[in-house]
């Protein structure tokens, strides 16, 4: 990479001459040199210093005029050599242990828990808990405690239900009712209630993102429901017994809404995607590159996946079928509730004008009489 130097940036090192150094043998990765140039007749030198490992890594350079180099040079070196570089740990590849969902990318020798957890067969969540041999790096992705949610909506609230309360949606699925809650407004709640008291909290929205996933949305659903999506990041700062952490959120959330002359507030929601670290503020570099690592990574294995959309499918016909039993149910129930109805209201009508219904049997016909009559 150095002795390319000049090839890389030619407009800034023209036909530089470099010089390696040698560094102990501890940092086999790493590359230290002397370089001189020049430009438009000037003379220039300074040091480079490259650091490698997998797939990543970092160069640094520093240069000034040759007179002023030569009183600079031994601080600018130092401070070239004791550049810490937060290098990629050795990672290896971890299977979903319950039922061999995915696969992720961890760091070798670090503490992982989680997995699949099934709550229903429509209510599939996931989450991975990693931590450094330490503790002092704790990355997670998803959150098995976060449901699928409902918004409160009239008719719920109609049958006594309320904000915190649980729905079933059919077929023994629960939901939580609880208000929709945009990424932002979410992952504060979250921060504090599963995280602890943070302070510094920074947050930044991600419009592009939300505009493309919910496009996406409605495209899967044939343009039959319009989904609000909203992505946001928080950094923050959390004091520990342990000492200060550097802390970091990703979250987005999913409205989808659902036509009904019963609620037009009716909407179905869940948080599709969250992941996080904390870390002592000299390790966060690590503790980024190996959540990029993570996501990066990540893959379905598609047996699981063929399977698992024949099993939502079979269980989504039942649940229909049965919440199309359950509607009949309670039509019947309804026209037959309107039919009585009817009848007494008719019957009101009839007594206060002072009618009544005779029923004549050999003709099968009914006749309204005057009230009292006895010749019919």
């Keep these: 990479m150095l002795q390319g ?30 370089l001189r140039f020049n430009v438009q007749g000037l003379a220039f030198r300074g040091a480079a210093l490259c650091i490698r490992q997998q797939r990543s890594g970092m160069l640094y ?27 990629l740990p050795e990672m290896a590849t971890w299977r979903e242990p319950n039922e061999g969902a995915f696969m992720l990318p961890l ?25 450094s041999p330490d503790g002092k790096i704790v990355i997670r992705l998803g959150d098995v405690s976060e449901p699928s949610m409902e918004v409160p909506d009239q008719f719920v609230q109609a049958q006594g239900l309320r904000e915190g309360g649980w729905y079933n949606a059919g077929a023994g699925l629960q939901v939580l009712l609880r208000r929709y809650m945009p990424a932002p407004e979410f992952l ?15 947050y930044r929205d991600y419009p592009d993102i939300s505009r493309q996933a919910e496009q996406n949305l409605a495209q899967a659903t044939l343009g039959m429901v319009r989904p609000r999506v909203d992505a946001s990041e928080t950094t923050f700062d959390l004091p520990t017994q342990n000492g200060p952490r550097k802390g970091y959120a990703l979250a987005q959330t999913q409205l989808m809404p659902i036509e009904s002359i019963l609620a037009p507030d009716m909407g179905m929601w869940l948080v599709a995607f969250l992941a996080g670290y904390v870390s002592v503020p000299e390790r966060e570099p690590i503790a980024v590159a190996v959540l990029r690592e993570m996501l990066a990574g990540q893959a379905v294995d598609p047996a699981w996946y063929a399977n698992e959309l024949r099993l939502q499918g079979q269980v989504s016909a039942i649940i229909h079928r049965t919440n199309s039993e359950i509607n009949d149910m309670a039509w019947e129930s309804y026209q037959a509730k309107f039919a009585s109805e009817e009848r007494i209201a008719q019957s009101r009508t009839e007594a206060i004008l002072g009618l009544t219904v005779v029923h004549d049997p050999s003709t099968n016909k009914q006749y309204r009489v005057t009230a009292g009559s006895n010749y019919y």
Excluded: C
Aim: glycine share 6%; proline share 9%.
């Design 107 to 131: 760091p070798k020798g670090w503490s992982v828990q989680g997995g699949i957890r099934r709550f229903h067969a429509l209510d599939l969540r996931a989450e991975v808990v990693v931590a």
């Design 61 to 87: 350079v520093m240069a000034a005029q040759e007179q002023a180099w030569q009183s600079e040079a031994p601080v600018m070196t130092r401070m070239l050599t004791s550049f810490f570089y937060s290098a």
């Design 188 to 202: 504060l709640e979250y921060v504090q209630a599963q995280v602890g008291p943070a302070t510094n909290v920074r």
């Design 5 to 34: 130097l000049g090839a890389l940036a030619p407009d800034l090192f023209p036909a530089p001459q470099v010089t390696p150094h040698d560094l102990p043998a501890a940092r086999p990765e790493a590359a230290l040199a002397t």
